[in-house]
């Protein structure tokens, strides 16, 4: 499967392999996958021992179908989902950037969620 894919989508899938080798999130310390593409933008919080997504946040949904995958809007996107982890009583992530570069729009969602309060 990966031969057929073009040359950009085969770098980001060994690198998500490789960082998924040691990114491992439990109940007391879910992992916050990231996902975007040139349209949205979305985040779940995932507990890997149970299987279960415990939280998410995208900008599929009404109330954040005016943001952009941009870096500024990420940022806003970032804090939303520190403050729903909140609720939760959910303050500690392990941070799986999904093979993407941890820079720009990953950067700044990982930014705005510490800044809501969330440790990596």
């Given at each position: 499967?990966?031969?057929?894919?073009?040359?950009?989508?085969?770098?980001?899938?060994?690198?998500?392999?490789?960082?998924?080798?040691?990114?491992?999130?439990?109940?007391?310390?879910?992992?916050?996958?990231?996902?975007?593409?040139?349209?949205?933008?979305?985040?779940?919080?995932?507990?890997?021992?149970?299987?279960?997504?415990?939280?998410?946040?995208?900008?599929?949904?009404k109330e954040f179908a005016n943001l952009k995958p941009?870096?500024?809007?990420?940022?806003?996107?970032?804090?939303?989902?520190?403050?729903?982890?909140?609720?939760?009583?959910?303050?500690?992530?392990?941070?799986?950037?999904?093979?993407y570069l941890y820079h720009g729009v990953v950067k700044a969602l990982?930014?705005?969620?510490?800044?809501?309060?969330?440790?990596?």
């Amino acid at each position: 499967m990966i031969k057929k894919m073009d040359d950009k989508n085969r770098r980001r899938l060994h690198r998500k392999f490789h960082i998924r080798k040691t990114v491992y999130g439990t109940a007391s310390r879910p992992r916050m996958t990231v996902t975007r593409s040139n349209k949205n933008l979305s985040v779940q919080i995932v507990d890997d021992d149970a299987g279960k997504t415990l939280a998410c946040i995208s900008t599929l949904e009404k109330e954040f179908a005016n943001l952009k995958p941009t870096v500024a809007d990420a940022a806003k996107l970032g804090e939303a989902l520190g403050t729903r982890l909140k609720d939760k009583q959910i303050t500690t992530v392990v941070f799986d950037r999904n093979g993407y570069l941890y820079h720009g729009v990953v950067k700044a969602l990982a930014d705005g969620a510490r800044k809501a309060g969330i440790v990596f």
